[in-house]
């Protein structure tokens, strides 16, 4: 029985090192299923630690994902060998220099880290060519692969002597990315503890949101509370919180936009944050109105939003390809813009013209786990859509049970995809033009919950206020709760 694990003490989760021993053993029977032989050695190498720019201001380390995956290792520097066909694992640590006591603390001995990660072996990097000759590795599996998701290539692990040894750069990849793509249920409990305590932190947001707040007060309460609470110390991705216009900037919040504007009365504020936890992710977006009041153009296009999230997670299961759900979000969402008065036409129509691209530019959601954006949205055989909207999907394979995805319909209103549009013949006939200039400013709605396929549908991992009544309620209870009590 597993007893080693990883926490930041009470209060945060216990991460049984079990997690990573079952993600191992999975590999491990996919390579011999595919006809990898047994003397074969997947050979991992561990992310290194890394200052800025010319400085010696080290960054503070995250872990390389596949070997996250593999072996949960929080330190830097570590390769680690896993033998096919008996499971075999070991882990090489990189042996310290005696002034690292002075300043860094305790230098651990191999045994330290063999119980604390719990494999069968632990030795030092200066050792690995020795030990893999030993093992009479045939061949070395080592990972090469582009990731669909970003465009960039896991480049193979390298030692000093690599090169006496056979190695194998293909057949790793793909199957380690298809083991990350369905996960365990140890993985799924994590993921969704993770998303517990993302969401106890949106909602807290939620009650502090007023008038005369910065965007970057709420970011700095999200990030404090799962901090805080949960032991989460890195976020999944940098925090977007974007009130009125900025609510329609897709990726707003980075350095040249910094969450810097003052709230506003009347405004929508959009909070698209999530945390993390030993290297899993959540991926959650709220948004509201700054007074906690819906106007109804707010509520319109807000329910619109909502009727595709919950379109989507009622028709998702496993077998379902994953466009056809950003189809059905697309028609849902068309459907309630031509009832809100915004379009006219036939919506069969408006698909063909892709006219919902022009109010939801980004794909309908993406996999979701050790990384936001997960490994495997493309796998061999599926391709990208050319279609506008499609071609921003993230994930194109049909949904199988254990995938965690995100489902993230929105509506915005972006001056530089409406304005051109109103001036195209082909786009302009679907378009109401002085309802949608009415809109200019509106800034947008998307409304995102982490959702695990399951073999018979799905199921919800996110737990905040969706309703509007609900919204308004938890928002008004916030409010309350801040007053002055008079004597």
Sequence with gaps: MSHAHFSLGPGTYAVPMSLHAENRRRLCDRLRARGVAPGAVVLLQGGEQRCEYDTDREELFKQESFFQWAFGVKEPGFF???EVGSGRSWLFAPRLPAEWAVWMGAIHPPEHFRALYEVEEVRFVDELAA????????????????????GSWAEPAGFEG???FATDDEVLHPEMVECRVIKTAAEIELLAWVNEVSSAAHVAVMKKVRPGLSEYHLEADFLHHVYANGGCRFSAYTC????GPNSATLHY??????????????ELFLNDSGAEYHGYASDITCSYPVNGRFTAEQRMVYEAVLAANRAVQAAMKPGVAWPDMHRLAERTILQHLLRGGLLRGEVDAMMAA????????????????LDVHDVGGYPAGIERSTELGLKSLRCGRPLEAGMVITVEPGVYFVDALLEPALGDPKLKPFLVEDVVRRFRG??????EDDVLVTPTGSRNLTNVPREVDDIERVMAEGRRAAEPVLA
């Excluded at 919040?253 to 009347?266: I, T």
């Design 253 to 266: 919040g980075h350095a040249g936009a910094p969450n810097d504007r003052v709230l506003r009365d009347g």
């Design 131 to 150: 030990v893999l000759a030993k093992l009479d590795a045939k061949p070395l599996l080592r990972l090469r692969g582009r990731n669909t998701d970003s």
């Design 442 to 447: 509106f800034g947008g709605v998307r409304i």
């Design 162 to 164: 690599i090169e006496k």
């Design 354 to 369: 892709r006219v919902p691209y022009l109010f939801m530019p980004h794909g309908l959601g993406h996999l979701m786990g």
């Design 80 to 82: 680690g060998a896993i």
């Design 240 to 243: 977007i919180c974007g009130c």
